[in-house]
């Protein structure tokens, strides 16, 4: 049975509303549904403030539809209700037409080195990929921006500080364990020229999260400094969604010199975007920039483009929260097949469109962190 947009909304009216009165279809909160190739993209319409309430409701429907016969993947994103064409927006957590920081860096502290972080030594900046939200693309983000960074001429490492869901193993296709040196220090491992260091290589995934929980910060401490990264340039930082203690924990532990936050351009996922950039405001990290992730969809058979999820909402963002806009990435099936495959898009097709849009984001990142690092006199900001 081949699939088709009528097939996949028969099987959403299956799918009972948020109340559990009628079904999402009839209650009109499906999007334009697009196939292709065997896989299903939507969104369903839910009021901002029940999003995460409502995320059983997102999961049934893409396991519903992920279940079809004929049907090999499925996004399917929650998306916030309009009211009068504008976007909904939770409460302005702040006014912010410039970059700006809760606090004023006190005198004579350059921007991005906070004072009473232990530098690391031989790294020359440590930059964050974080997002307030899961899934939204932050590890394909950051393995990828890490690749483009290496082909800049740049040395690269990649620190994969998601303890819960590490994913640098099998984003980079990598197996087997560091080797110590001495007994004490890891040697990081390698691939695609960079330097790689994950949780991951360390204890099997089916280690339970409870053992996992209290050893966070000390194995991120440990995976950043008991580890021999050697002279690096910049260390990638993948960090695990969410702003909650552990995340605030991290970005306080690790002397970052910059972040860069991952959006998709639904409205709710820029909520919690915005989220993540006030939590490193908060502990005075500069924000490089926003990546709008998922931006758009070109079909592979027709080459027309779909803005399904809402393209150019992380943008629009990006300038009513003052932080510059690092490029927009599309949904596109060859990042997620080879991601999956280990052979991330950047190293397995340097020439393609695709390792282009991240170079370009990657050289945009780079002059946000000379502009937030001089070597010359210090930038007051106050
Ligand atoms: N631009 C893209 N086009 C297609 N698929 C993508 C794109 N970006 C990410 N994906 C896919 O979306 C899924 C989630 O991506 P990823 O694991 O990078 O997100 P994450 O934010 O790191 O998630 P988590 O919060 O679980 O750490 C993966 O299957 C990935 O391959
Ligand atoms: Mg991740």
Redesign the pocket.
């Known amino acids: 049975m081949s699939v088709t947009k009528q097939t996949v909304l028969e099987t959403l009216r299956s799918i009972k509303g948020p109340d559990f009165e009628g079904d999402i279809v009839s209650l009109g909160l499906v999007s334009e549904i697009f196939v292709a190739d065997g896989k299903v993209f939507f969104s369903i319409t839910v009021p901002a403030e029940r999003a995460q309430q409502l995320e059983p409701l997102r999961a049934a429907a893409e396991r519903a539809v992920k279940a079809m016969p004929g049907v090999t993947g499925a996004?399917v994103a929650l998306t916030a209700e309009r009211k009068g064409g504008g976007m909904e927006r939770a409460p302005a957590p702040r006014p912010a037409a410039q970059p700006q920081r809760s606090a004023p860096a006190p005198q004579g502290a350059p921007a991005g080195r906070q004072p009473g972080k232990r530098e690391v030594p031989g790294i020359g900046a440590i930059i964050a990929v974080a997002?307030g939200?899961?899934?939204?693309?932050?590890?394909?983000?950051?393995?990828n921006l890490a690749l483009a960074l290496k082909a800049a001429g740049k040395r690269v490492g990649l620190l994969d500080a998601?303890i819960y869901?590490p994913?640098m193993p099998r984003?980079l296709g990598i197996s087997g364990k560091p080797e110590t040196i001495d007994g004490k220090i890891l040697k990081p491992m390698e691939k695609y020229g960079l330097k790689v260091m994950s949780i991951g290589f360390l204890v099997e995934e089916e280690t339970p999260m409870i053992w996992r929980g209290p050893m966070v910060v000390s194995a991120l401490t440990q995976m950043l400094r008991e580890v021999a990264w050697g002279e690096l340039d910049i260390l990638v930082v993948?960090m695990?969604?969410?702003t909650g203690d552990a995340q605030l924990t991290m970005a306080q532990q690790v002397p970052l010199a910059g972040a860069v936050i991952?959006s998709t351009p639904q409205d709710l996922a820029l909520i919690d975007a915005r989220k993540g950039l006030n939590m490193f405001r908060r502990v005075d990290v500069p924000v490089l920039g926003i990546v709008e992730?998922?931006?758009y969809f070109i079909a592979p058979d027709t080459g027309k483009r779909y803005d399904i999820f809402g393209h150019g909402g992380a943008e629009a963002e990006a300038g009513r929260l003052g932080v510059p806009f690092l490029g927009a990435?599309?949904?596109?099936?060859?990042?997620?097949?080879t991601?999956?495959a280990g052979t991330p898009v950047v190293a397995s097709d340097p020439q393609g469109a695709?390792a282009e849009k991240y170079r370009a984001i990657a050289e945009a990142a780079l002059a946000g962190l000379s502009a937030e690092t001089p070597s010359a006199p210090d930038i007051v900001y106050d």
């Open positions: 996004v997002s939200k899961g899934g939204v693309g932050k590890s394909t983000t950051a393995v998601d869901g994913s984003l993948d695990p969604p969410g991952v992730n998922m931006s990435v599309p949904l596109e099936m060859a990042i997620r097949e991601s999956d695709h």
